[in-house]
């Protein structure tokens, strides 16, 4: 699946592009002497979807995962081949729509929690039904 690498360079739906991938990592720091060594290429799909058939992208409106990263006009890739566990971020559909948030269990019961303390948690009744588990998010900036 090449969905992802297609919303972000303008190549054909079913070409496979694999990317140059750097032995050295880059400082979130202090700098550090760039090391001009390549270390494999790699194609995105290979990193992000481990499941293609139940594999699928959104993009993210709003702010109520900011501090988990997930900013607004994101692209998520979900896998609904993944039983969530709690901490893990999910989509999930609350009263017919979606929303994606972190799965949170409790002793006696489950929520939907914001990555952003102006938002409440979501109680997750019989109404709500998670689709997936975020395996990650693509931010352009």
Do not use: H
């Not at 994101?74 to 566990?85: E, H, M």
């Not at 609350?94 to 948030?101: C, E, G, H, R, S």
Request: some cysteine.
């Amino acid at each position: 699946m090449t969905l992802l690498v297609t919303e972000l360079y303008p190549y054909q739906q079913n070409e496979v592009v694999n990317l140059p991938l750097y032995s050295c990592a880059v400082a979130a720091g202090f700098p550090s002497p760039a090391d001009d060594w390549l270390e494999q290429t790699l194609d995105l799909n290979d990193l992000l979807v481990k499941n293609p058939p139940a594999t699928f992208l959104l993009r993210v409106s709003g702010d109520s995962m900011k501090d988990a990263g997930i900013i607004d006009g994101a692209i998520l890739v979900v896998d609904r081949s993944i039983t969530p566990k709690s901490g893990m971020v999910v989509v999930a559909s609350v009263d017919n729509d979606l929303t994606v948030k972190v799965y949170t269990q409790m002793l006696d019961r489950a929520v939907l929690r914001a990555a952003n303390k102006d938002y409440k948690d979501i109680p997750i009744t019989e109404t709500t039904t998670v689709w997936g588990v975020v395996r990650g998010a693509v931010t352009m900036l």
